[in-house]
C-alpha cells in the first residue's frame, strides 16, 4: 500500500540558511500534519492543513511557513536556520482530518543545522 | 493545559513476558486515543480508539480505552525482541481540527 512520502530523507544546512521539505500525503488522505521531533522528545505538532486551507496551528515558528498545494502534497519552508531547528520533520495524512482520523507518519527529513 | 502522560517511561523485559503499558489523559475535547510503534523511523499506526470498552486487538497487541477514567492501556503478549520500541500514546481533541497531542512514550526493551 502506498504511504507517506517526504523529501529529502535527509538535509544538513547551515545556520540563517533556508531549507523547503516536502511531503506527499497517502492518495486521497485530504489533510497533512507536520510534526517536529527533538532527540529523545516526543512529536510536536507543528501545523495542519485541510483541503488546502490550514486548519490548525500549533507550536510553528514565525520563520517557518507552510502550504498545501492543489494535488495535496504540502510544503514546510524554514527560513533563518538555527542550530535548535535540528529535529526530525514528520509529516502525516489522514483522510477528513478534522476529526483525528488515523494518522499515517511519514518516514521524516532529519534535518541538521550546522 | 491539555496533557498526556504514559508510563512507565522505560521497561526492560525477557522474550514471552507479557507487558501492559499506560496513558492517562486530560485532553478537553476528546475525540480518539491513538497508539504508536515507533523504533528509529517514523511512528507506525498501531490502534485508535474512540468508545470506552472495546478491545481493539491485532495479533498479540490489544488495546482498551476508558473514556469515564480517562486512560488507556496497550497489552503485548509473548514479547518478542522486535517488539522493542518506544510505543506512543496521542489524544486527538483539545482546541484542534485534528493535530495529535503525543506522551513522552514508553521505550520498551525486550532482551532474549
Known amino acids: 500500500a502506498a504511504g507517506v512520502i517526504q523529501s529529502p530523507r535527509h538535509l544538513i544546512k547551515e545556520k540563517r540558511e533556508t531549507a523547503t521539505l516536502k511531503c506527499y500525503p497517502i492518495p486521497r488522505h485530504d489533510t497533512v500534519y507536520w510534526y517536529q521531533q527533538g532527540p529523545g522528545q516526543d512529536p510536536q505538532f507543528l501545523i495542519s492543513?485541510?483541503?488546502?486551507?490550514?486548519?490548525d496551528k500549533g507550536s510553528i515558528p514565525d520563520r517557518f511557513s507552510a502550504q498545501q498545494f492543489s494535488d495535496y502534497h504540502s510544503e514546510l519552508n524554514m527560513s533563518s536556520l538555527e542550530l535548535g531547528d535540528s529535529a526530525l520533520y514528520f509529516c502525516a495524512s489522514s483522510l477528513e482530518g478534522s476529526y483525528a482520523y488515523e494518522q499515517y507518519f511519514g518516514p521524516g527529513t532529519r534535518l541538521t543545522v550546522t | 493545559e491539555d496533557k498526556v502522560v504514559q508510563s512507565p517511561l522505560s521497561l526492560v523485559v525477557h522474550e514471552g513476558d507479557t507487558v501492559t503499558l499506560n496513558c492517562s489523559y486530560e485532553?478537553?475535547?476528546?475525540?480518539?486515543l491513538l497508539w504508536y510503534k515507533q523504533e528509529k523511523k517514523a511512528p507506525t499506526f498501531l490502534f485508535m480508539l474512540?468508545?470506552?470498552?472495546i478491545e481493539k486487538k491485532s495479533g498479540r497487541l490489544s488495546s482498551i480505552l476508558d473514556k469515564k477514567e480517562l486512560f488507556s492501556i496497550l497489552n503485548i503478549t509473548a514479547t518478542q525482541t522486535g517488539d522493542s520500541a518506544v510505543y506512543l500514546c496521542a489524544v486527538g481533541g483539545g482546541g484542534s481540527q485534528g493535530n495529535l497531542i503525543f506522551g513522552k512514550g514508553t521505550k520498551l526493551s525486550v532482551k532474549p
Open positions: 485532553v478537553t475535547n476528546f475525540r480518539s
Open positions: 474512540t468508545s470506552s470498552g
Open positions: 492543513f485541510y483541503e488546502k486551507m490550514q486548519s
